[in-house]
């Protein structure tokens, strides 16, 4: 089965002060781009003025309805069964939140940005 990369967005795309902060749907655009075209199905969760991004071929982008980290789990939960899952963050507490459901963590500069 193929492995599964989860993307913390808002995570990963504030990691880096180069003004996201003014256009956070495109700063999550511009990631959700550089994904394309990796080996593992690529989910990534967005939240807030994100929400407007879209799916592309490669990535498919999940919006969260409420906390983007309670979506991640959900989706690690869900579609990590029998698999090898990767969620990438640096948040500490969904660190040990997936981790508890056997997935590995990867920090924010383990993706590319652009």
Not at 72 to 92: F, K, L, N, P, Q
């Amino acid at each position: 089965m193929q492995p599964l990369l989860v993307v913390d967005a808002a995570n990963v795309v504030g990691s880096v002060p180069d003004g996201w902060w003014r256009d956070r749907a495109g700063a999550a655009e511009r990631l959700r781009d550089a994904l394309r075209g990796r080996d593992e199905e690529v989910v990534l969760v967005v939240e807030g003025k994100a929400r407007t991004v879209c799916s592309v071929e490669g990535v498919r982008v999940v919006a969260a309805e409420g906390e983007g980290d309670d979506t991640i789990v959900e989706v690690v939960r869900s579609e990590g069964a029998g698999r090898d899952v990767t969620v990438v963050t640096a948040d500490r507490a969904l660190r040990q939140r997936v981790r508890a459901l056997g997935a590995e963590v990867a920090g924010p500069t383990s993706v590319p940005r652009r």
